[in-house]
């Protein structure tokens, strides 16, 4: 490491008006152990010694907030510039000092960089898989996707869970709040065969660890977070009424089906008629100056509403850039010019907000935060296009928060940024850095519905930079 250097059969419609989505979300946190589609419980365990003691010299961390910067961001122009490369690399902008001596990042991220001494930049991220989708699935879960190299393989229930999802199992919440959320969308590419990425939900832990999916633009004022509200037709004490059948029919002929639809809707009652976890849902409890430092745009309030979220009792909030109908991060064309207008300062501005929200609030040094695409953008730019292509053979990525030590530069690119030079880093490893930051083992193991042990990740964390 160098341092600061290089249907029921009830007939009951009120319940069915619920969606079964909302429901399976609801299971989730509802404690019913591997329910997948309302279906049989699975067959699925951790290992005994999965979660540390945290005083083996890790565990600082009790929530993550995951920024997923869904396209690829270009390394070289954010955080690892190349003022020395030839021009058909370095690009149009400058670098500029941090509040750390001795980094420096673009002049893109001015607002992040007077808050280096927050952060720990990785320089030497990398894999050799140049497709959106099975990258998306190595980064969120670290493991290589079941087809690598494909924008062509949707999600399925083969795929490994989300990280998230495994921390819902691991460490369940105790309060009512789903343990994790990802929001505001779930992330898709409209060209690719495939559609959404796998890797998003809880794979084969099955639907009831996928996240609690918030969908929309929180600025918009109609925004709503589904699930949280009965339908208008129904009332609380109706719902309440036919729970209560359903428990009846329950006692008189009992079957697993049942059992786990009775647990969600429990859960569903427990959710909608919680004020306090509605009011963490609800960004109009925000002060205006608080939402304004965030940026009136949506990855600003989304970045406000993790906050918001992990304040109240969520473990793993994951923010994927949004759908912005110009292709994201993904900048074969126009990078300089989509950067500067559109991508890098509502970026700049909603972490930097993060970065003093949490620190303010006492809540940066047990919140683990990372900032990372699924792989970077190609040294070379393309004159026709004025853009960079994608490059997962070396990129950049940053963590704060939740143990890790800030003012820290782990690992180095060469002189083009085209490959490491020093201490390469795969998703495997930034994995085991999320869970060893959190308290869990990167020996962990879960099982599959096949109950065939999973190591959680095959990568080391990255211990030198917790201190």
Request: aromatic letters at 8%; hydrophobic letters at 35%.
């Amino acid at each position: 490491m160098t341092r600061n250097s290089s249907s029921s059969g009830t007939g009951c419609s009120e319940l069915r008006s619920l969606s079964r989505r909302s429901l399976i979300q609801i299971g989730a946190w509802s404690g019913l152990s591997g329910v997948a589609g309302l279906g049989m419980p699975r067959p699925l365990h951790a290992a005994q010694n999965s979660v540390i003691d945290p005083a083996a010299g890790f565990g600082k961390a009790k929530r993550c907030i995951f920024l997923f910067m869904w396209g690829g961001p270009s390394h070289i122009d954010t955080w690892d510039p190349k003022p020395h490369a030839p021009d058909e690399i370095r690009g149009e902008f400058k670098p500029i000092a941090t509040n750390v001596p001795g980094i420096d990042v673009t002049e893109l991220l001015p607002n992040l960089s007077q808050r280096a001494d927050k952060l720990a930049i990785i320089r030497s991220l990398n894999h050799t898989d140049p497709a959106h989708l099975s990258s998306v699935h190595h980064i969120l879960t670290g493991h290589k996707a079941p087809k690598v190299n494909s924008d062509a393989d949707p999600p399925s229930r083969k795929d490994t869970p989300h990280i998230g999802s495994v921390l819902g199992k691991l460490q369940p919440t105790t309060n009512g709040m789903p343990p994790f959320v990802s929001l505001p969308w779930t992330v898709m590419h409209p060209s690719a065969p495939g559609g959404q990425a796998p890797g998003q939900n809880g794979g084969f832990l099955g639907a009831g660890y996928d996240p609690f999916l918030i969908e929309g633009d929180p600025n918009d004022e109609k925004f709503q977070v589904s699930g949280l509200r009965l339908p208008e037709q129904v009332t609380l004490d109706r719902f309440s009424a036919r729970r209560n059948l359903l428990r009846q029919i329950e006692g008189e002929e009992s079957s697993p089906f049942q059992n786990g639809y009775a647990g969600l809707l429990d859960s569903a009652m427990d959710l909608i008629d919680s004020p306090a976890i509605r009011e963490a849902f609800d960004l109009n409890r925000e002060p205006s100056a608080s939402r304004e430092r965030y940026g009136r745009h949506i990855h600003g309030q989304c970045v406000l509403m993790a906050r918001r979220l992990i304040e109240a009792g969520s473990s793993f909030v994951c923010v994927n850039w949004h759908q912005d109908h110009k292709n994201f991060w993904d900048t074969h064309g126009n990078n300089f010019k989509r950067l500067r207008n559109d991508l890098a300062p509502p970026a700049d501005k909603a972490f930097s907000a993060l970065l003093d929200d949490l620190g303010q609030r006492g809540l940066l040094d047990e919140t683990l935060v990372v900032w990372v695409g699924e792989f970077g953008r190609r040294p070379q730019i393309s004159k026709e296009h004025a853009g960079r292509d994608h490059w997962p053979f070396c990129y950049s990525g940053v963590l704060a928060g939740g143990g890790i030590r800030g003012g820290e530069i782990y690992g180095r690119s060469d002189a083009q940024g085209g490959y490491p030079a020093e201490n390469p880093v795969s998703p495997a490893d930034l994995a085991a850095t999320v869970y060893h930051s959190l308290g869990v083992s990167d020996e962990t193991v879960i099982y599959d519905p096949q109950n065939r042990p999973n190591r959680l990740t095959a990568g080391s964390p990255l211990t030198s930079l917790f201190g």
